[in-house]
């Protein structure tokens, strides 16, 4: 038997005895392996032709067969090697595009999200224990003011779940992307914007008003941070039918959006649209594109709102600029909480659960009421990591993976 943990160079060769390629293989014992059984490791070169003669050779074995989707990983979890939000990280951190992602993913891969819910629900479950004691042995001596005990540390996780509540938007838009909508009217430049940003052709630029006539996102970095951007229809009223359509589905997107980007014509200042001046809010970015037809010097406001600046689509000016701002506001949505959070509505839902029946065990008289909110919300945290009733999430949870992982 090989030593464990350790690399050997070994040539693999078919039934015939016919060599298939100079590898290397590795023996992890259980339980000191990724999913807690006896498993061995082929690292083998890559190509197709490589590939396809081991699994054939491997084929011929009754009693192997290629693993499912994240088989591999859900045996860790059977196993007790992840709970379920390490299992999420792993495919997280298989599909992270950003450094932002794979920051995110593998902290929680490390076990911190899940070491805090547990963490909780263990104060739960004393609380629980202790206030059950005072229902059970009632003609005890038991130490007084055992059941405010139990309300005040109920009323305290509910106050820490909820700080950590705030947290999660940052988390989940981390994961899915932070998303940046181009609004104004047609023919300010906003697919030629895009394009910039994209540094591809990704939306049709024609001097034709009203081109775009649909949402069209680009998913790209910035400053480490993952972010769709969205060109969208210019806003205008319009007698087409499908304009209209188009215009719609613009302030959807608009509404939806973490930041909007304003865009006006610099070839047309001082003149201003009232449709892009309506979506001037706090999270509108006021932007003057074509700058390098530009006629007058910019003024510091507009609407209310700051104007960021100048760029020119067609010839690059600021464009940099622009960027940096964008990375910057990014930090500002991203930043700060560098502890673990949540990263999916699952999370989500199952913490304000658990806060929900925390608040109303502080609301009940009778105290078997108290008891029993509180078994409710150690059950909301214990689905958060899979320690119960999880069966129902578990086959949409690993869908995600690829094969074998």
Known sequence: MWSPRRAVRVRLQDGHGLGIDDALALWFPGPA?????????????????????????????EGLRVAEPGEFTRRAFENGKLDLTQVEAVADLVAAETTAQRRQALQQLEGGLGALYQAWRSRILQALAHLEAS??????????GLEEEVRREAAQLAREISEHLKGARRGERIRLGFSVVLAG?????????LNCLAHRDAAIVDAEAGTTR??????????????????TAGL????????????????????????????FDGGRWPELDDETMGVLDDKALVVI????????????????????????????????????????????????????TPSRSRHRDGLQACKAALMRSGDATDVEIVAEELRLAASALGRITGRIGVEDVLEVIFAEFCIGK
């Open 33 to 61: 392996s990724y999913t807690g059984e006896d498993v061995g490791e082929l690292h083998v070169h890559g190509g197709r032709a490589v590939i396809d003669a081991i699994l054939e050779v491997l084929g011929c074995d």
């Open 135 to 144: 229902i059970d042995f009632a003609d005890e001596e038991l130490p007084e």
């Open 185 to 193: 009217a047609p023919n300010v430049g906003k697919s030629s914007l």
């Open 214 to 231: 649909d949402v069209v996102s680009v998913a790209m970095e910035i400053h480490g941070y993952p972010v769709v951007v969205s060109d």
């Open 236 to 263: 205008r009223v319009s007698q087409s039918r499908i304009e209209r359509e188009g215009v719609r589905r613009a302030r959807t997107a608009i509404e939806r959006a973490d930041l909007v980007v304003a865009v």
């Open 289 to 340: 594109n074509k700058m390098d037809v530009c006629p007058a010097a910019l003024p510091e406001m507009i609407g209310g709102r700051r104007v960021w600046g100048g760029v020119s689509a067609r010839t690059g000016e600021g464009i940099g600029d622009l960027v940096e701002t964008l990375g910057r506001r990014l930090g500002e949505e991203f930043g700060g909480g560098g502890g673990a």
